[in-house]
């Protein structure tokens, strides 16, 4: 337990000076994480009205929506209340939840919630452009502020990422 403390204790001291470090960026989203969503908009499509659909896209906020390329009419649309951390695949961006394992792959998350997992040998986290939380296999929960990276001094199992 003591040891646990000075651990938390020295990461924070490293938190206090740790400067951001630029990751490799690619912004491509994985399609898992859009599959329900397509599901809900295809089923809205065939009974929302245009206008209703065009209703909800202006309305602004947090709305996901369906819209015919060529013509630019909005086909579906809704109002979307579930936050969700999305996958950036592969790699990670300077504005996304990025942690790197010790064989050097890197794990990115955009968005904003909660995700459950198990990433193994983890050894640097970043924060990205919002405050992060990691909690890891051992019971410690880990919180930084927007731009922090940071190195573990060993490879930790992260099971929960928070934005």
């Not at 990205?128 to 919180?143: C, E, F």
């Amino acid at each position: 337990m003591k040891n646990r403390l000075i651990t938390i204790a020295a990461t924070a001291i490293v938190v206090a000076g740790a400067a951001v470090t630029p990751q490799a960026a690619f912004a491509t989203t994985g399609a898992d994480g859009y599959a329900a969503i397509d599901a809900r908009l295809a089923a809205l499509q065939e009974t929302q009205s245009t206008a209703d659909a065009e209703r909800i896209l202006a309305s602004g906020g947090n709305v996901q929506a369906l819209v015919d390329p060529d013509t630019g009419e909005v086909l579906a649309a809704f109002r979307s209340s579930a936050r969700a951390l999305t996958p950036v695949t592969p790699g990670c961006t300077t504005t996304s939840a990025c942690m790197t394992s010790s064989s050097g792959v890197p794990y990115g998350y955009t968005g904003s919630g909660t995700r459950t997992g198990s990433w193994k040998n983890i050894v640097r986290v970043g924060a990205g452009d919002r405050r992060t939380s990691y909690a890891a296999s051992n019971g410690a929960a880990y919180n930084y502020s927007a731009g922090v990276t940071i190195s573990w001094a060993r490879p930790v199992t992260v099971v929960k990422i928070s934005r």
